[in-house]
């Protein structure tokens, strides 16, 4: 027998000013409004004339453009030329281009739409451009530079012959301040490919307001630029990107740089940067062994400018030392700090994760962490980020992925890790706690056995004297703290390991939680994603 899906198709009919139905039917004006498509003011006029207009011609009308021919790129150069559509021509926000390498298009497009008509044009998306063998002649530049309103380019899955084809769109851009590349290649200079290489007008000036640059992978496997792309950027890439003092936020995918000295020369190019935000683990060697991070990274120095926030994601706890190693002089006065780890942090981490922290003090008001823990037989707080010193920490977010080998050692590891992490804060202003235990079953949950586990009445005695610290005082005024059971393992929401997990879970961290369960402070996730928000109405057999 064929397997069958169910498909809900949410649809509410149209309302109308008055109540008897309207002249035309509605099939009639969504016809209309479908001829309309090149008269974008007459459909906003359309748009208020009732709501069953309303409906028929919002669907025409759009912030964006989407352009993946030449037909597409005619249309819209035949809406903006018109002079009843000037207004519209000030509303578009986004075009997004997509080339077709076999029949290009994207080449013409500054001279075909003028850009001094999008005056409100924030974006601009070229994707799939094949400048390999040649490349757009001078009025392309030119005409560019008359998109003013422009702030963020992107570029996505892109070849070009040389690095100075980035740098004359770049510049070319007067009001740019956010740079995007998704895989871009470079091409060496080839002697088979002699092509003489055209300069931009000496009247377009270069970019003097650019601030953020992203760099990463996207992994569209369509692309015909694939395969091609995938390597790491070219060195005069590199230079091109460095040439822009001006940049306060660098996002980088750690894969696309060869080197760890590479990636530092790329870094340090950038005086005033105050957001760096690195993705992914790199394959190169570890240029400094974990030994040598026990001593102090943090000796004062003038003139030297710090950050105010660092994100390190999908890396493991070599590449964060290393990083810290590098520029801890800039990690010292921390506003935002994230860590995600791909394994368990280790000694030499923790240390210069400490004097960081320390160093940050009161500076500090967002943490984000998050690591693998090797074992659930030994808690170390080592998996912990120490928090004694960060007085005016706002937002936490904490989680770990926890292998189970026995249930009964796993809600003992939490309890360590909740105990130890409660006890270090210190911040009356705390907004949101976030707090993720990932619950890794190798052998499947329908394997392993899940027996009943609560602390003693001594241990939950304990637990309670940490949650009624004074500095949790106005946590219900304020704070909302959230901690979240979740299964790694797939399984089926109705099986029986599921609802003994569940009364297990909850059998446990119920008894804890009971004096902020009574205050509304804390929510607790249990595996099935149900909410536990309030405290039982019968107290626990643990609490008796």
């Known amino acids: 027998m064929a397997e069958q899906f ?48 309303y409906y028929a011609a919002s669907q025409h009308l759009r912030r964006s453009v989407t352009l993946r021919n030449t037909n ?16 519209y021509g000030r509303a578009l926000e986004d075009i997004d281009i997509t080339d077709n390498p076999t029949k290009p298009f994207a080449h013409t497009f500054p001279s075909r739409v003028r850009g001094d008509l999008l005056a409100r044009l924030d974006e601009l998306h070229f994707a799939q ?24 380019l992107v570029l996505s899955q892109c070849r070009f012959r040389r690095a100075e084809d980035l740098r004359d769109i770049i510049k070319c851009l007067p009001n740019l301040e956010r740079l995007q590349l998704d895989t871009i290649r470079v091409i060496a200079e080839s002697i088979s490919l002699p092509l003489r290489i055209q300069q931009t007008s000496p009247a377009i000036s270069f970019n003097r307001k650019l601030n953020s640059i992203t760099l990463y992978t996207f992994g569209d496997y369509d692309s015909p630029f694939m395969a091609d792309n995938m390597q790491p950027l070219h060195p005069n890439v590199i230079d091109v990107l460095s040439a822009y003092p001006t940049v306060e936020h660098l996002q980088l995918d750690t894969t696309r740089f060869i080197s760890a000295t590479q990636l530092r020369q790329f870094v340090n190019a950038f005086p005033v940067l105050r957001h760096i935000h690195l ?35 999908g890396v493991s706890s070599i590449f964060a030392l290393e990083f810290f190693e590098f520029f801890a002089i800039h990690c010292c006065k921390l506003q935002k700090l994230s ?105 499947g949950p329908h394997i392993m056995g899940f027996d009943r586990y609560a602390g003693t009445a001594g241990s939950i005695a304990v637990f309670h004297a940490i949650l009624s610290r004074d500095i949790f005082a106005a946590f ?5 703290v959230r901690v979240r059971f979740v299964l790694t393992a797939s399984f089926d929401s109705e099986d029986a390991a599921m609802s003994e997990l569940q009364a297990a879970v909850e059998h446990f961290v119920i008894p804890l939680f009971i004096p902020w369960l009574a205050r509304g402070v804390v929510v607790l996730h249990l595996p099935d994603d149900s909410r536990i928000e309030h405290p039982p109405k019968h107290k626990p057999d643990s609490c008796r």
């Open 129 to 152: 451009l094949d400048w390999k063998t040649v490349r757009p002649y001078m009025p392309f530049f030119t005409h560019l530079s008359r998109f003013t309103a422009v702030t963020r």
């Open 339 to 443: 860590l995600s780890l791909l394994d368990s942090p280790f000694h030499g981490l923790q240390n210069i994760t400490r004097q960081l922290l320390q160093s940050s003090g009161a500076l500090l008001t967002d943490l984000w962490w998050e690591c693998e823990v090797r074992s659930d037989e030994h808690f170390s707080d080592n998996v912990l980020p120490p928090l004694m010193h960060n007085t005016n920490l706002e937002d936490l977010f904490v989680a770990f992925r926890l292998p189970i080998s026995s249930f009964q050692g796993s809600m003992l590891w939490v309890y360590n890790c909740l105990l130890t992490l409660l006890s270090y804060i210190k911040s009356p202003l705390l907004r949101i706690v976030e707090i993720y235990f990932r619950l890794q079953t190798p052998s």
């Open 72 to 87: 597409d790129l005619s249309n819209l150069a035949r809406v903006l030329a018109s002079a009843r559509n000037r207004r």
């Open 279 to 313: 993705e992914c683990n790199p394959e190169w060697d570890i240029l400094i062994p974990p030994a040598e991070s026990d001593r102090s990274l943090l000796a004062p120095t003038t003139n030297t400018h710090t950050w105010s926030r660092v994100d390190l994601s």
């Open 6 to 53: 169910e498909h809900h198709v949410y649809f509410s009919a149209p309302a109308y000013a008055s109540g008897s139905s309207p002249a035309l039917a509605q099939e009639l004006i969504e016809l209309i409004a479908e001829y309309l498509w090149d008269e974008p003011v007459q459909l906003a006029r359309c748009c208020l004339a009732c709501r069953a207009w």
């Open 476 to 480: 219900d005024a304020h704070c909302v």
